[in-house]
């Protein structure tokens, strides 16, 4: 069965993972937003591509990161790569290829979206220090 994306929730790990307050988010996408009205969207399984697009713009994380990324697919096709044979102490890993190609996958994205977040780092920085000289 596949798990479903939740979009909200991806907005809010990316938005952690920059350090950026909900505040500062809303303050960035303009005077129709609030930090209420952030926390409320990190609320919602799906977004409005619109919506979506705005934060991708703010955030300079690509709208297929919020919408794709799936954190527990991820943690679940790398713990599904060892199987228990014991009591708790000992893994032998298994070799079935499916999982393990989709566990690389899962890591190349995650490497992908770590790169990307890097790249924007310094952007957000100057975004912040211009959001506190203003205040």
Known sequence: MEQKIHQGRNVKRFREMLGIKQEALAYDLG???SQKKISMLEQKDIIEDNVLKLIS???KIP???FQ???EEQAVNIISNTFNDQSNGYNY?????VNPIEKWIEALEEIKRLNSELLKSKDEHIK???KLAKDK
């Open 31 to 33: 005077e129709d937003w």
């Open 68 to 70: 794709n990324f799936n």
């Open 57 to 59: 713009n703010s955030l």
């Open 92 to 96: 032998y890993p298994t070799f079935n």
């Open 63 to 65: 709208v297929e990161a």
């Open 127 to 129: 975004v912040l220090e």
